[in-house]
């Protein structure tokens, strides 16, 4: 019988082309979400019955036991950009590690992915950094054999950074540390680089995923804008006034009781953008599991095209015009 999978988080942006990929190398893929019935698509990337949403909540033990169960390997992807009510840094990304960790060894799993981030620091000023650290620290104890990956700032088809402030209306995109520099790295060579550690092809250890490109800010905006075809100004926000805008949006949360949720800015992602997010000089990283990472510049118009002005019509209209002239 085939070897079965599970994914926590295996619906998200990551874990669905982890899903995918695995299913591909012919795994059965047990999906771990917190709601099952807005991830049946993950049905379409295998056979009838290869890859099966269930339900769990990684801040619960017997959701979590139950989702290991017979499993050979585990992958997990669950992490929170912000907090929300219950999703808490350290109850997600620290507890929530720790529990599949240390679950998926009492149940005689030796393989285990953990996707952090590039960033992870015990030492860091934000919340989301330390108990990214803190929760492969935690992996490490109780799954010793487990390969942890950190990549960059993750872009793809539906990614939270290149969309987002494409999708901007109006004539000026606010930038929150324009010199602070990043390294994108595409989602599928993530996805690739999980399914080579589930096969063992890599030692345990951790390593850090950055693409070929190391681009400030303010130029990856610059290159999405050149993409989009628009003119937009980029206007940089100070640290400062950038931290009181946070504080005051988490402020409003807060005394709403969560009826209006942060999705703007944090001032813990402010803390986070003081810092650069690239592949450490030292670091293990691609070359290990022998992947070529890919170009942001080859993806980026596949699914920012419908940001153009005339959208898929937008470089017939333009050959058009050429020829008028």
């Known amino acids: 019988m085939a070897q079965l999978v599970t994914i926590f988080g295996g619906s998200g942006f990551v874990g669905r082309y982890i899903a995918r990929r695995m299913a591909q190398q012919g795994y059965r893929v047990r999906v771990a979400v917190r709601r099952p019935n807005e991830a049946g698509f993950v049905r379409t990337y295998g056979v009838v019955g290869q890859v099966e949403p269930i339900l769990c909540n990684i801040r619960d033990d017997a959701s979590v036991a139950a989702a290991v169960a017979g499993a050979d390997a585990v992958v997990n992807c669950v992490g929170i950009l912000a907090e929300s009510g219950k ?17 998926a060894a009492e149940a005689g799993i030796n393989r285990m992915v953990q996707i952090s981030a590039i960033g992870a620091d015990e030492n860091s000023p934000s919340e989301y950094a330390r108990t990214k650290a803190a929760g492969e620290a935690a992996v490490q104890e109780h799954m010793p054999s487990a390969v942890i990956l950190r990549p960059s700032i993750i872009f793809g088809n539906e990614d939270e950074f290149f969309n987002r402030f494409a999708g901007m209306i109006g004539p000026v995109i606010p930038v929150v540390g324009g ?16 399914v080579k550690a589930i096969n063992g092809d890599v030692p345990a250890g951790v390593y850090e995923l950055g693409g070929p490109d190391v681009r400030t800010f303010r130029e990856l905006m610059q290159d999405m804008l050149g993409v989009i075809h628009r003119r937009k100004m980029i206007i940089g926000v100070p640290f400062f006034a950038a931290s009181i805008m946070g504080s005051v949006l988490d402020f409003v949360q807060t005394i709403t009781l969560g009826l209006f949720t942060n ?12 810092s650069d997010n690239v592949v450490s000089e030292d670091a293990k990283g691609f070359e290990a599991f022998g992947i070529v990472p890919t170009n942001y510049h080859a993806v980026l118009p596949d699914y ?20 008028r002239g």
Do not use: C, H
């Open 87 to 103: 999703n808490q840094f350290d109850t997600v990304q620290t507890e929530g590690a720790a529990r599949v960790a240390r679950l």
């Open 179 to 194: 010199s602070t520099k990043f390294q994108p790295v595409y989602v599928d060579d993530v996805a690739a680089a999980a």
């Open 304 to 323: 920012l095209w419908k940001f153009r002005p005339s959208g898929q019509y937008d470089a017939i209209k333009a050959s058009a015009k050429n020829m």
């Open 263 to 274: 999705g703007i800015l944090t001032k813990d992602q402010v803390q986070n953008l003081k």
